[in-house]
C-alpha cells in the first residue's frame, strides 16, 4: 500500500465524556467490532472511584490500566483505527486536554437522563477550541431519559454545537424499538444485550412505506414520522466540509451496554471522519503527506516498576514516516537520537514496530530525555503548537522531609514534572518550591510517587495563591520595574519562562491595571 494511502486509511480520535456516560463501554463495543478484542470485560474502566482519593493501590492500578489502554488500535472496513484513551476523573483533565491535541477528531457521549454534564462541557470547549471534529452519541437509550428534542436543544444551548441528527430513537426506556438510521434509511430494531441479526435491520428508503407499521406497530410509525418531518425542517443535512471543519456535529442514539447503535455509529465515523490533518509549528504548517518524518510528544507514561525507571514517551507521527533504529532530531536538546525498540499499540497488546505512519502513535522507552511537547524531526527545526500548561489552580509549597534525600526529590520532581503530573514554579527571592495543579488528587499522587519510585519524602503547606499566569512584556524596562515591584510574587516555571503568582482575583486585577504594558496569559502557550 502506498504512502498516501496509508495516510488516507487513519482515523485517530478519542472519546470524551463524562464519568459514568459510557465512554469504556463503547470503547470496548468499538473493540469488539475490530476484533481487537475477543469477549466483554476485557477494557478495563480507567476510571478511579470516588473513594478513591487516598487509595494509592488504586491509583497504581489505574496507571497500570492506562499504559495498556493509551492507545488502542484496530483495523475495521481497512481503515486503520487509533482510539486514544483519555482519563475520566476531573482531576486528570489536562492529562485530557493534552490527548486531545493529538487526535484528529472526537466522540463525545452523552447519558440520555444526565443530559450534558460538566466534563463534557470542558471537554468539548477544548475540541471546539481546536476545530476538532466531533460526533454525539447519545447513549443509554435502554433507560428512560430526556427526550430526544430537548437533548439536542441542550447540545446546541449548552455546548454552543450546531447539531445534525443521523440516528433517531424510536422511544425510550422499556418502550425503546430502536432507531431509524438518516445517514442509511434504515430501520434498525433493537434487541437487548447484543444479540442484532441481519433481520433486525429493514431497508426504509421511503418513510411512508407501510413497512414502518408492520416493524413498529402504528402509533410508533406515525409519531417517527412527525418526528422526522421536524427534524428535516429544523436540522442541516449533513454537510461534510462543514462537520470536517468543527462547524457541525452529526448525533447517534444508542445503548452502548446492549451494543445497539454502535455499528451505525462505526460504519458512519469510518466513512466521514477525517484523516490525519495539516498541524501547525511556530514556523510552518505541517502537512501529513510531507515526505519527512515530524512528531511530538503528547502524553509520558512512568513505569509502574520502580526498578525499571524508564518511560514511555508517546509520540504522534505528523507527517512522514516514522522508522525504527533510524536517527532524528530531537529539537528541544539539538541531538539525534535513534530508537530500536519504537512500539505500537494494538488493543492491549504492544508490539515492535518497524515504520509508522501519519495518524499512528508510537510509543518511545526513554530515560528521561523527553518533555510533553518535544518534537522530533528528520533535522528541520520545528516546534509544534497546541500542547499548552494550563494555569493551575490548587498550590502546595513543598518541604523536604527528609534533606538528606534532596537529590532525589529534586530529580523526582523533575521527572514527574516532564510526565506533565503537575507544574513547578521555583520563587525568585527565596527558592521555594511550589506546586501547581489542575485537580487535588494530584498532589497526593506526587508524595506517593516521590517515596516509592524516588525515595524522596515530602510534606507540603498550603499556599492561597488564587492563580499562577505566565507574563510577557515587550518594554523590557517596563518588565523590570514590574518584577522589582512584585519580586516576592515571581518565579519561574520549569522551562525557565517567568510566572507571576497572583495571591487573589484582586491582585491579579489591580498589576494588569497598574502594569498596562505586562500581558498575563493563562495558558503557557502566547506567541
Ligand atoms: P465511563 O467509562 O464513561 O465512566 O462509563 P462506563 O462505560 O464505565 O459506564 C458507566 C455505567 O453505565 C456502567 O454501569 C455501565 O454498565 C453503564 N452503561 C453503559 N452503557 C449503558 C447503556 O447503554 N445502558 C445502560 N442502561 N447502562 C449503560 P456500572 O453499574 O457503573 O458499572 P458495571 O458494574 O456495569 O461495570
Not at 97 to 120: H, M, P, W, Y
Not at 175 to 181: A, C, I, K, M, N
Not at 415 to 427: I, N, P, R, S, Y
Not at 439 to 458: N, P
Request: hydrophobic share 35%.
Amino acid at each position: 500500500m502506498g504512502f498516501l494511502e496509508e495516510i488516507e486509511r487513519r482515523r485517530t480520535f478519542g472519546i470524551v465524556s463524562h464519568p459514568d456516560a459510557g465512554k469504556t463501554t463503547l470503547t470496548e463495543k468499538l473493540l469488539l467490532f475490530g476484533g481487537a478484542i475477543q469477549e466483554a470485560g476485557a477494557v478495563k474502566s480507567n476510571k478511579i472511584k470516588k473513594s478513591a482519593t487516598s487509595d494509592f493501590m488504586e491509583i497504581e492500578k489505574q496507571r497500570g490500566i492506562s499504559v495498556a489502554t493509551s492507545v488502542m488500535g484496530f483495523e475495521y472496513r481497512q481503515k486503520k483505527i487509533n482510539i486514544l484513551d483519555t482519563p475520566g476523573h476531573k482531576d486528570f483533565a489536562e492529562d485530557t486536554f493534552r490527548t486531545l491535541t493529538a487526535v484528529d477528531s472526537a466522540i463525545v457521549v452523552i447519558d440520555n437522563a444526565k443530559g450534558v454534564e460538566t466534563q463534557t462541557e470542558k471537554l468539548v470547549e477544548v475540541c471546539q477550541m481546536r476545530a476538532t471534529p466531533m460526533l454525539v452519541f447519545v447513549n443509554k437509550m435502554d433507560r428512560d431519559g430526556k427526550d430526544g428534542f430537548d437533548l439536542l436543544d441542550e447540545l446546541e444551548q449548552k455546548l454552543g454545537m450546531k447539531v445534525c441528527p443521523l440516528s433517531w430513537p424510536i422511544g425510550m426506556g422499556p418502550d425503546f424499538q430502536g432507531v431509524y438510521s438518516l445517514y442509511e434509511k434504515k430501520l434498525v430494531l433493537f434487541s437487548p444485550h447484543g444479540k442484532q441479526a441481519d433481520d433486525d435491520i429493514v431497508e426504509i428508503t421511503d418513510i411512508n412505506s407501510d413497512l414502518l407499521e408492520k416493524n413498529i406497530g402504528e402509533r410508533a410509525a406515525e409519531s417517527l414520522r412527525e418526528d422526522l418531518e421536524m427534524l428535516t425542517e429544523v436540522y442541516p443535512e449533513l454537510n461534510l466540509e462543514d462537520y470536517r471543519t468543527g462547524k457541525v456535529n452529526p448525533v447517534f442514539f444508542g445503548s452502548a451496554i446492549n451494543n445497539f447503535g454502535v455499528r451505525e455509529l462505526l460504519d458512519c465515523f469510518v466513512d466521514i471522519a477525517p484523516n490525519p490533518r495539516p498541524r501547525e509549528t511556530e514556523e510552518r504548517t505541517i502537512d501529513p503527506t510531507e515526505e519527512k518524518f515530524t512528531g511530538f510528544v503528547f502524553k509520558i507514561h512512568a513505569n509502574i516498576d520502580p526498578r525499571h525507571r524508564d518511560r514511555i514517551a508517546f509520540v504522534r507521527v505528523c507527517s512522514g514516516k516514522f522508522l525504527r533504529n533510524t536517527n532524528y532530531l530531537h529539537v528541544r536538546q539539538e541531538r539525534k537520537l535513534k530508537f530500536s525498540n519504537p512500539t505500537s499499540f494494538m488493543a492491549s497488546k504492544k508490539s515492535v514496530l518497524e515504520e509508522a505512519f501519519p495518524g499512528d502513535i508510537v510509543g518511545l522507552y526513554d530515560s528521561g530525555n523527553f518533555v510533553i511537547g518535544d518534537t522530533l524531526t528528520e533535522g528541520e527545526v520545528l516546534h509544534f503548537k497546541g500542547i499548552p500548561s494550563f494555569s493551575p489552580e490548587q498550590f502546595r509549597l513543598i518541604i523536604n522531609t527528609d534533606p538528606m534525600k534532596s537529590k532525589q526529590l529534586n530529580k523526582g520532581l523533575t521527572q514527574l514534572m516532564d510526565e506533565g503530573v503537575a507544574q513547578l514554579f521555583t520563587k525568585e527571592m527565596d527558592g521555594h518550591k511550589i506546586i501547581g495543579t489542575v485537580g487535588a488528587l494530584q498532589f497526593e499522587v506526587i508524595q506517593y510517587r516521590l517515596k516509592h519510585e524516588y525515595g524522596a519524602s515530602c510534606a507540603y503547606d498550603m499556599v492561597s495563591l488564587h492563580k499562577a499566569c505566565w507574563v510577557s512584556c515587550e518594554d523590557r524596562d517596563a518588565l523590570a520595574a514590574f518584577r522589582k515591584r512584585r519580586n516576592r510574587d515571581m518565579a519561574v516555571d520549569t522551562q525557565g519562562r517567568l510566572v507571576f503568582l497572583a495571591e487573589s482575583a484582586w491582585v491579579l486585577k489591580t498589576v494588569q491595571e497598574n502594569f498596562p504594558d505586562v500581558q498575563f496569559h493563562f495558558t503557557s502557550e502566547f506567541n
